[in-house]
């Protein structure tokens, strides 16, 4: 592989990450919104505090991510050696998608449970039903969250081919 295509493959992975990234950003946004309207909408105290639960941890997984995968600039600048930084970058970002669970799905899931329990719970149905009106959300979102875990690992995962390819390059 030559230098120029380890740039080319550089420059097109820190377009993607920055893209992924402002998306998710502008999401959080979206879903801190929506819930805190939510908030004043919601009588019952339950969905309300699902509500602020769940913006809390969106928050947090903005964050995170910010953390975790935000692309770091090369300490030395352009002099720096573009297969290290670009193999850096690779195992920061692959190092985030792997660990999706703790640090992005998993602060998300108290407050939704909370807020999809209190919605069941205040609805106007028979309370037999009530177990199911909260289930069927509840395994929506666990079926959502774990297909995301899956194409995070996915990802994960092509990556790390990606860097033994450059791995290999190196020696």
């Not at 407050?111 to 929506?140: D, S």
Request: charged share 20%; aromatic share 8%.
């Amino acid at each position: 592989m030559s230098l120029e295509e380890i740039r080319r493959r550089a420059s097109k992975f820190e377009r993607q990450v920055r893209r992924r990234n402002v998306g998710e950003y502008v999401a959080t946004a979206l879903v801190a919104i929506v819930l805190g309207v939510y908030c004043k909408v919601f009588h019952d105290p339950v969905p309300r505090v699902g509500s602020a639960l769940s913006i809390v941890g969106a928050l947090y997984a903005a964050y995170q991510l910010h953390r975790r995968a935000t692309l770091e600039k090369p300490p030395g600048g352009a002099n720096d050696d573009i297969l290290s930084v670009y193999s850096r970058e690779l195992k920061r970002q692959h190092d985030a998608l792997d660990s999706v669970w703790r640090w992005y799905l998993g602060p998300l899931l108290p407050g939704l449970a909370v807020f999809i329990v209190g919605v069941a719970i205040g609805l106007p149905i028979r309370n037999q039903y009530r177990l199911l009106a909260a289930a069927i959300p509840l395994g929506w979102v666990g079926g959502a969250f774990w297909v995301v875990a899956v194409l995070n690992k996915s990802e994960a995962r092509k990556l790390q081919t990606q860097i033994d390819e450059l791995k290999a390059l190196k020696h």
